[in-house]
């Protein structure tokens, strides 16, 4: 309720700092008999690692996952998940002069009038360091909806003003801005290492696509399938926006245009991406987020400390210069997290239905 | 659970279908002591109500809402409040036909994979009929944070191809179309009765802005101000994509020009559109939405019937050919019930804080 | 989250008075596809409703019960389902000398502290008046389980000092007091003569019966299934106490007695109650309830009024003098309800256990 | 959902089994500002610590807790609570024997059929051993309550047949037993010793108190603080039933014995238990639950194994004779973590509440 669980039938609950001893988190209600170990947490986990390529963070974090319980000889018990990350280079530094200071687009102010006090090291809770247990749940997600047939994946579809087209999978795992197109790399380098210099920082979106689900999840009318995605997404650190399918493409568009026409070979288009009335058509399910520039750069900005005055920021440390780039393990975390739960939620309920309608894709 | 309840402490559930003999809704969680009427209810259900120009459906429901518990004396009791309006203009009609089709980018294919029945009349339940309560939910929300002097208003932003700049709030209750620019409204107009000839419909974009709000609303992790004003919006009929503040805009800019300065008069700019790490920052709260353009148009598409069998599709009966206009009033319900949600979560943890420091706006 | 709401993926969200208008309910995540009419619902509202006989309160209310939505053409539609009950039986009379006073052992005095303002009409929101809408939801979950082969049943099992052996189901139905011992009605009916000459009231005790449950039912560790019984049955007006199995009487029980061996043919006794760890045993699921006399006698009491000035009340109007008479419907709609929920809870992440281990009865 | 989650505003949420590596907690909703250090948990932890006394498991946990999150400079900060406590005692032994046979009384019979695979280690999750983290929980609850004036305590009111009048709070903490009369102590000792030479075990009951509640805690009509409470308190390991106030007494009381009268020196009588209506009235909380005895004995027991054939159960390890002894703590944090869940619901609503009338107690 105080926002730090995601999901009503399999929950996710996470604690910690970006530099307290360690991060946790809690997953409940994974189905018993999952095969699992820490090396199926590991992977995406790696891939979401600070420290990886020149264009990331250069703070070094193992991000070396427990599983603590909900686990035994090899599978899941049905029982709850215990999960834990030591964290291991929080540089201690002298912090007596940004402690009473707010950062600019930082949640320092926020949490300060919200809270009354606040961890102030490395941004405490509001830190980006929190997604590392999203992507370990995630993962656990991710590993059930295999066994359904259901594939989570995401990639990098623009980087500040450089549009990225799909081209294919393989080379998203082949970059480290998990780009689709081998061919826009170079370009995404060159501009990277020019905002370095520039001692600034840029935008991204991301998407995300789920292949391979059965029509039926999504709870009308407040829990569809795209709010809670949107939702899921949305809560992520820095995004902005949230597009299901066509997004705001669809505001210029016609009905004629826009409508999924179906055949009994499938549908003729995926305007809709993946979901109808809030519930998941069979399609690919297709969501887009934009991810803001990251706050933290070292040009000077304007703000004001917490008796009110005045005063310049320059914001050092170890910081993404495009928080975006490892946004996407996250987001895939999200969505495979969103699709477990009403999974779940959906057979809660609909156990016995049984149509002979063929399904479509 | 099963997706008809919004919120967690301040929650509105709702029943009903198209053609069914009412709506309804409880909610619960109102603060006691509020005045409250049918009248407080019925402005918004009038701005939202079919039949009232020529651009929206000719249906017409006088959508006369009942106040049945929770107000006694004139005020509110903080008990569950029960709201019911009777359908009275469901013509009665042949569903021979359609009741075995699939409407294409309806929700009909996907009502029917995740229960196996469904009420075809209408629509059922993924009919936007649905939307009255969450209208009149929102107007008691609405009423309440007026009261902490929050107001939360909407307008179209764009419709179709037609862009609309924001000029002025007393114009956006005196035209059919929620436009805020007068000068605007007769190229609208235009458009409109055009689409009607090309039977065909088309998206709009609203924005919707609160003010007033006190910094501190929004539970981070998950549960952020701007996540779960996104399920709220993703949660309306029709709606595509969200955005919050500069939204997708932020993707290209970089952070030198995104981050929100602040000075002891106040922020410099709100591209963070009212929210920091999930947490209102006092700052005018603005979001966006884009909705598909309505998917019943006369025009013939193709569609599979329950057997799998290829059919031709004509939707008739009365339709908005634009759904954007009418979902002003809303996108202001939903923003206004997650505002009012968030409040209530926040005071009950953070009642004691107490901090020296200016608020900013 | 405001307390009228029961169950998590089968809920139960009731609104409604004693005097106020109607009183209604919504009922969401019930599986689609079941046969359901008004019909399924009066059966038990006429078990519970007033004025049946001289033992109960003599207000008389037809409780008949109308379903708005969530049925379509004879059974359940997977969408929420809306209940409603007009009152009719709310006679006007003069408020004035209550509202200002508080009843001893009533409401009253809590529901004036939390929430300043109160219905003092027949108690309001507190009238045992409400759970008719418990009951009405009941049988929804009622019917459900008997598709699966799960009966609910109750019976009284003591009046006031008179204790009550379980003799035969058939008796139950055949007397005012849900007697499962015929010979004893005519003990009851002289004592509770003999308690309305004397102007008083007297407690109760129900003993609520599920049989043809499945192993498997209940989430540990807090949602065990006796765990939510216990919030069920608790919930009821008047009640206060709850007992599993064996009850108080394990406290003085030895291990080696209370222990319920296992042999390939059942269990060999059922001190637990049908729950063991929190889980459903495949036993009979046992509850016994303790309620306390009708607060309402017309033997004077002292009490105070709103400004803090002795008075003394005298509680005229219909009341019963035991409620306990008619809370066995009650009590076996809240464990019916509670048994729905965790059968649903249960199937959403266990749905595909196997295990080859003969079932236990 | 699955069950590991207690509360609705301050949540606790838990991981771990008897044998696995560590327990864990994530206490979400702790209001910000509160001082909190390991040593305020370790108090109540060490109070339910096995193998202090020959009268209970010879297991012997240090228990020691570490905080990992959302305390910063010895105050809360409002999110996410950390906690962790490594199991030291686990010793290695051989369970070829006890994996394929149920246990009779325990948990195993249940566990296998809901999840198809259980961690047969010292009873794995269904151990009592996870209470351990209820009390850690609870020890921040009760510390916050403190700072409102509230005080939660409980004692041993019955070991087996041997019934305990309460006398002292003083003695409470001065005995193994939690025995709140000290001349009663031999007695219990001696009981416990013979109990040990017929290698049995028996029950006990327990009683909690809350004092300096204000009115107004508690959700009609599903969420009353006495169903919250009951809920709370029946989760806990071996409980069998619960009573508030005068609880199964109240069935043979008249109406005019049992109902509280006031004056405006306060209530007459306490046979309510502190509740009216579900609501707190100011009078001390009053709850007493029944513990069975400990199912694992050394007398051999009838059983059956996984494929359904006969086995004769004996059960060996280090086993508490009595579980009921250590019960007191754990009932007692179930009450805080109630209370304080309810303090936050109540305030979210009613925050603006005021009334003149005088509160009595």
């Keep these: 309720m105080s926002g730090n669980t995601f999901g009503k039938l399999f929950t996710v609950t996470t604690f910690g700092e970006s530099h307290g001893p360690a991060l946790g988190a809690i997953v409940d209600g994974c189905p018993p008999g999952l095969p699992l170990s820490e090396a199926d947490l590991q992977g995406d986990l790696d891939r979401r690692r600070p420290g990886t390529s020149r264009h990331t963070t250069q703070r070094r974090e193992p991000d070396q996952v427990r599983i603590l319980s909900g686990v035994f000889e090899g599978v899941t018990t049905g029982t709850s998940i215990g999960l834990l990350i030591e964290n291991t280079d929080q540089r201690s530094k002298d912090y007596s002069k940004i402690k009473d200071q707010f950062r600019p687009a930082h949640a320092d102010y926020t949490y300060h009038h919200k809270y009354g006090v606040r961890d102030y090291r490395g941004g405490g809770r509001s830190s980006a360091r929190e997604t590392a247990m999203r992507v370990a749940a995630g993962a656990i997600a991710k590993k059930y909806l295999a066994t359904m047939g259901i594939q ?84 992520i650190n820095a995004v902005k926006g949230v597009e299901i399918g066509a997004g705001f493409a669809s505001v210029a568009q016609r009905g004629s245009e826009h409508r999924d026409e179906m055949t009994p070979e499938g549908f003729l288009s995926n305007h809709a991406g993946g979901v109808l009335g809030g519930i998941s058509s069979g399609q690919p399910l297709i969501a887009h987020l934009a991810l803001k520039p990251t706050s933290s750069i070292t040009t000077p900005g304007r703000s004001i400390d917490v008796h009110g005055n005045p005063v310049e920021v320059i914001t050092k440390g170890r910081h993404d210069p495009c928080v975006g780039i490892r946004a996407t393990p996250i987001a895939e975390a999200m969505m495979a997290l969103t699709l477990i739960d009403h999974l779940l939620r959906h057979r809660a309920q609909n156990l016995d239905v049984r149509v002979d ?3 479509l894709s």
Excluded at 187 to 209: F, H, T
Excluded at 212 to 231: I, Q, T, W, Y
Aim: one cysteine or more; a negative charge.
């Design 152 to 235: 989570v994946r995401g990639y990098m579809s623009q980087l500040g003003p450089i549009e990225i087209a799909f081209k294919e999978w393989q080379a998203v795992g082949e970059n480290a801005f998990f780009c689709p197109d081998p061919d826009k790399v170079p370009e995404l380098e060159a501009y990277m290492d020019q905002l370095r210099r520039d001692q600034d920082s840029v935008g991204a979106k991301i998407s995300v696509v789920a292949e391979g689900l059965p029509p039926g999840l999504g709870e009308p009318v407040f829990d569809r399938l795209d709010a809670d995605l949107a939702h899921g997404l949305m809560s």
């Design 357 to 359: 309608t063929p399904r």
